[in-house]
């Protein structure tokens, strides 16, 4: 065998993470700090005064998505995280079109986030703090710039890249819980029961429900960890033990986030949150009286767009593998690992499309449409992967010899009748330039149907069918 050649016993690195990596590989790429910034602003533009309420609900409704991923990692386990789930629930084919999906959403984290970063926040950060207004180019360097580093973390491993994130993701949660505390204490009315009235979101029901899918969003990245499946000791217990818990405390903490913000800011004045563009800075800054604090939750939110970048990176180039190993969409070079067991060469790809991608949707809407675009593109993205892996617990369950009515069947129902009514709120009616999101996900999809067409069909039944859990694992 050349290779070139697929094989389905060329794995990544076995038994090289635990617990606590999974848990903040899924929360690095949550991204609290980085979230407060860029996610929680953009649903507060919506939610406004009731922005805790829409964090709540999102926490639910995104708690019946989670499930889906808990049922599924009790027996099934791969680079391909829920590539594998699709295709033993729903098919090979389906489960190629899913993976996409899930690639496209984990890829554009990555892409938006750096957008973000050189284009909206540290343009934001000198014009409120340092009074300098910086040149409208200055954005592409500082993405291309942090490109480079996060590149050169992936390249290093998977063991380095997830120490580096449990170190930085400890100290930034901890400081995050203290500055929360602290700026509910600091404000007159602590205690608000106004801030749970969906009254106060902007356009009523409608901007409240645009709140709650933002919020969905923020929290649905603790599925993370599943694409690290191969390299895990016994995935089969600690990647759903991870998830849960990256998924419990992250939504704690951004229900504590939004309910700080908002009582602090004024759950009245809270129209005026998101044009801020720095509006947790600043609420440190003013509240607390105390600009060292200001510029600390600044560095920590910076590093967490670095991190929150590393671990889509991560998990995006562990798909491309899985999907170039079995021979299908990508090129068989994509599936072939380096000396430390690490799949460069898709990292290496997945960095320069990503920069590419950032780049051109910078230049050709500005960092802040360009932002917009990305952001809503992997939301959209990541609901459909959702949409397609809840469909496919129930049968796999089936096959398995035992189903749970609730667990297998009404949980993944919920949380499909959800995604519905986010996407009916996010597109109607459509607005420029978010609709080019689904625009954008249909012509990649349409590229990989027309990929499909080339590969054999032996090849293609035994796409995402690799599962590193010994086959007499129990049934779900």
């Given at each position: 065998m050349t290779s070139a050649e697929p094989s389905a016993d060329r794995t990544l690195d076995r038994n090289a993470v635990g617990f606590w990596q999974l848990t903040y590989q899924s929360i690095s790429l949550i991204a609290p700090a980085g979230a407060m910034a860029a996610t929680l602003?953009?649903?507060?533009?919506?939610?406004?005064?009731a922005l805790p309420l829409a964090m709540l609900a999102g926490v639910i409704t995104a708690g019946f998505m989670v499930n889906t991923t808990v049922q599924f990692a009790k027996t099934i386990a791969s680079a391909g995280g829920f590539?594998?789930?699709i295709a033993h629930g729903l098919g090979s084919r389906l489960a190629i079109f899913g993976a996409m999906l899930f690639l496209l959403s984990y890829f554009n984290i990555l892409t938006n986030a750096l957008v973000f970063l050189g284009g909206v926040f540290v343009p934001g950060v000198a014009a409120h703090f340092l009074g300098i207004h910086l040149p409208g180019w200055f954005w592409w360097p500082v993405a291309l710039l942090f490109y480079g580093l996060i590149l050169a973390l992936a390249l290093r491993g998977i063991r380095p890249s997830l120490k580096y994130a449990v170190a930085t993701g400890t100290l930034e949660i901890v400081v995050l819980l203290i500055l929360s505390v602290?700026?509910?204490?600091?404000?007159?009315?602590?205690?608000?029961?106004?801030?749970?009235?969906?009254?106060?979101?902007?356009?009523?029901?409608?901007?409240?429900?645009?709140?709650?899918?933002?919020?969905m969003f923020a929290v649905s990245g603790s599925s993370a960890a599943v694409s690290l499946g191969e390299e895990t000791h016994a995935p089969e217990r600690r990647i759903r033990a991870a998830v849960i818990a990256a998924f419990l405390f992250s939504s704690f903490l951004f229900f504590l986030m939004a309910y700080a913000l908002t009582v602090a800011w004024g759950y009245r004045q809270m129209?005026?949150?998101?044009?801020?563009l720095v509006p947790g800075a600043i609420l440190v800054e003013h509240t607390l009286h105390s600009p060292a604090l200001a510029w600390l939750l600044i560095a920590l939110i910076i590093n967490s767009l670095l991190a929150g970048s590393l671990a889509p990176l991560l998990s995006s180039a562990r798909m491309v593998f899985a999907l170039a190993r079995d021979g299908v969409v990508f090129p068989p070079a994509l599936g072939?690992?380096?000396r430390r067991n690490n799949p460069a060469q898709a990292l290496i790809w997945i960095t320069l499309a990503g920069a590419a991608l950032s780049l051109a949707t910078g230049f050709w809407l500005?960092?802040?449409?360009?932002?917009?675009?990305?952001?809503?593109t992997s939301s959209v993205a990541l609901f459909l992967g959702h949409l397609l892996a809840n469909f496919a617990l129930g049968p796999y369950a089936r096959k398995c010899g035992r189903t749970h009515w609730f667990f297998h069947w009404v949980a993944p129902g919920l949380a499909s009748l959800f995604i519905a009514i986010a996407m009916v709120v996010t597109f109607i009616p459509?607005?420029?330039?978010?609709?080019?999101?689904?625009?954008?996900?249909?012509?990649?999809l349409a590229a990989v149907w027309f990929r499909l067409r080339r590969v054999p069909a032996q090849t293609l039944a035994r796409a995402g069918l690799l599962n590193v859990i010994d086959e007499g694992a129990p049934p779900i």
């Open positions: 602003t953009g649903a507060a533009v919506y939610a406004q005064g590539y594998g789930y602290l700026l509910i204490v600091s404000t007159p009315h602590p205690m608000s029961a106004a801030v749970f009235n969906p009254e106060w979101a902007a356009g009523g029901l409608s901007g409240f429900t645009h709140g709650v899918l933002i919020a129209g005026s949150f998101a044009q801020s072939r690992l380096d500005g960092p802040f449409k360009g932002f917009i675009v990305l952001v809503t459509p607005s420029f330039p978010s609709d080019l999101a689904p625009l954008f996900i249909f012509l990649s």
